[in-house]
């Protein structure tokens, strides 16, 4: 007899992750993916877990709470990092990757499942069959969030994400940008750096603030994520916001100066042939013609190409602590499971897990046992924490240490943070080395297709970033 099937709304990041998760145990999937018939706004590729805003899934070491969620991921059998660690390219300490080869990687891995069947169609209703999973990340489209309004029984929430512009590399005067990571960390210099002396930086702020924003549509409200804030919001916070933020210069040696600058942008490659930045931290509203004059007055950048100019979108999401249940069902709806950003989780790395942990409790489900949730001291138990502990205000979250229960203190002194994180890290490790034998079981993905061919440059449609630099 053959394993009842589960439909899979969305092929992001989180979709995918689904699919893979559930079809590695023996679950056909069907895969419902608006492309190649329609795009969302920000979108210019037909491949799968096409990443539109950062080339960038943050820092790679066990002492931050993202590094510790990639390698849970790592040892829970994830696609989505499987892809990642063989497209990866130069970050420093971070862990970046060539945007298309990766999506390429996702695709080629989910196409050739025979236990998944991708269909092409855009999907404007909850769809009948049960289980369902909806993953259709933050720009789920009107018709579709319209019904899932109604099914959880308010009007859909949504704020803005800003993303960043990207600048042809070949267009910055490398005379004036030093190569280089900060603290030298990553021993590759992947990032460039624009050093600003005083008055050149306030002299920016001023530009910025006095520049053209495009204003929001009268009918949507603009509700930040405070981690991925435009630079004009942060600007209007104080002359020093954006010097102790994503133009913080510390760590950033100018070799001609032998110091650090007072104020730096980082740009980020976006390839491995770094052909094209982006401008870290620079999330932004100003139009288009604001972008180029402002941007272009900074040191480097006075004959700037624009590939890609910032832009804003929409983050649709639940209030997870009220209408999901801890294994991400919809309460009042059984059978409908959300994963991804549509649960409140915000990033990359933390949809792919959301989607990782949805498709064991779907799996649960379906075999009628009591699903087995991860630890609570795990970063994956973190993640389940924020969406179901209860707040005035739910927002979106990264992942981040505060989400884990804080080590137990036998010394009134307190050690040094990196001791702290790297024993927190240790600690969830092995909680997860004893709750991973019972998630894994029945668990027998594929070996991932070949990659093959060069990696390739941004192409057409090279999104830019949140996040920082490193």
């Not at 289980?131 to 489209?141: D, K, Q, S, Y």
């Not at 070949?450 to 830019?464: K, Y």
Request: hydrophobic share 40%.
């Amino acid at each position: 007899m053959s394993a009842p099937g589960v439909t899979v709304v969305g092929a992001g990041l989180a979709g995918c992750e689904v699919a893979w998760q559930l079809a590695g145990r023996g679950v056909p999937v069907t895969l419902l993916e608006q492309k190649p018939l329609r795009r969302t706004p920000a979108q210019t590729s037909d491949q799968l877990a096409e990443l539109v805003c950062s080339n960038s899934l943050r820092g790679a070491a066990l002492s931050n709470a993202v590094g510790l969620l990639k390698e849970e991921l790592r040892r829970a059998g994830s696609l989505v990092l499987a892809a990642a660690d063989r497209t990866r390219v130069p970050a420093g300490g971070a862990l970046a990757v060539d945007r298309e080869r990766f999506s390429r990687a996702i695709t080629l891995a989910v196409d050739a499942h025979p236990l998944i069947h991708r269909e092409a169609l855009e999907v404007t209703c909850i769809p009948p069959e049960r289980p369902v999973v909806l993953a259709t990340g933050p720009l789920t489209g009107d018709a579709l969030a319209r019904d899932l309004a109604l099914a959880v029984g308010e009007d859909q929430l949504a704020y803005y994400d800003a993303i960043s512009p990207i600048v042809a590399a070949d267009s910055v005067d490398w005379g004036v940008v030093f190569r280089a990571s900060r603290y030298d960390k990553g021993d590759d210099d992947a990032y460039g750096n624009i050093p600003l002396d005083r008055p050149g930086y306030e002299a920016f702020v001023a530009a910025l603030l006095a520049a053209e924003k495009v204003p929001p549509r009268a009918f949507e409200e603009a509700r930040y994520f405070e981690g991925c804030l435009p630079i004009e919001v942060m600007a209007s916070r104080g002359l020093d916001t954006l010097r102790y933020g994503p133009m913080k210069p510390v760590g950033l040696t100018d070799p001609r100066t032998g110091r650090w600058p007072y104020a730096a942008v980082q740009l980020r490659p976006e390839d491995h042939a770094r052909s094209a930045y982006n401008l870290v931290g620079f999330q932004t509203r100003m139009t288009w013609p604001a972008q180029a004059r402002v941007l272009r007055a900074l040191p480097g950048l006075a004959e700037a190409e624009f590939l890609r100019y910032g832009s804003v979108h929409r983050n649709t999401f639940v209030r997870a602590p009220e209408r999901l249940s801890p294994e991400l069902e919809l309460k009042g709806l059984p059978g409908v499971f959300l994963a991804g950003q549509l649960t409140g989780v915000e990033g990359y790395v933390e949809s792919a897990a959301c989607g990782l942990l949805c498709a064991l409790f779907v799996h649960r489900r379906l075999q009628g046992t009591p699903a087995a949730p991860p630890p609570r001291v795990t970063a994956f138990g973190g993640l389940l924490s924020h969406l179901s502990t209860p707040v005035e205000n739910f927002q979106p979250s990264n992942v981040t240490w505060a989400l884990v229960p804080p080590l137990e203190v036998s010394s009134p002194r307190k050690a040094p943070k990196s001791e702290r994180y790297e024993k927190l890290a240790a600690r969830a490790l092995e909680a997860l080395e004893a709750w991973l034998p019972g998630a894994l079981e029945g668990f027998h993905p594929p070996a991932l297709p070949a990659l093959e061919g060069p990696p390739e440059g941004p192409g057409d449609g090279p999104r830019s970033a949140c996040g920082e630099g490193a």
